[in-house]
């Protein structure tokens, strides 16, 4: 049985750095995609980053030159690492892959939900002021 496990949350000063883990279990390929996505609490879950299909790595607008994420060999476990955190940072951290064989030739993940499908639990990241 897949399990997408997140790890590495907790509470951290503005300014600050966290580094978030994802791993994934239970499959012996490497999924097509990997990505981070968050929720601020009364928001949309929205992606972080992603690294897609063909190994080219996205980053939202918001997050570019401050969070970096980092897969092992062998696409089983990603990591987030978030520098020069600010309050609004705070979030639920989602780790998410694609397992499933893309619908054709070219096809490309991005940060959309519907891409991905199998989630992990999230991880708590408090940022406080």
């Known amino acids: 049985q897949v399990q997408v496990v997140e790890s590495g949350g907790g509470l951290v000063q503005a300014g600050g750095s966290l580094r978030l883990s994802c791993a994934v279990t239970?499959?012996?390929?490497?999924?097509?995609?990997m990505a981070w996505f968050r929720q601020a609490p009364g928001q949309e879950r929205e992606g972080v980053a992603v690294?897609?299909?063909?190994?080219?790595?996205t980053y939202a607008d918001s997050m570019k030159g401050r969070f970096t994420i980092s897969p092992d060999n062998a696409w089983h476990s990603l990591d987030l690492q978030m520098n020069s955190l600010k309050p609004e940072d705070t979030s639920i951290y989602y780790c998410?892959?694609?397992?499933?064989?893309?619908?054709?030739?070219?096809?490309?993940?991005?940060?959309?939900?519907?891409?991905?499908?199998?989630w992990g639990q999230g991880t708590q990241v408090t940022v406080s002021s």
């Open positions: 998410a892959v694609r397992l499933q064989i893309p619908p054709y030739y070219g096809f490309r993940c991005g940060l959309f939900e519907s891409s991905f499908d199998s």
């Open positions: 239970g499959y012996s390929a490497a999924p097509y995609c």
């Open positions: 690294i897609d299909t063909d190994a080219t790595i």
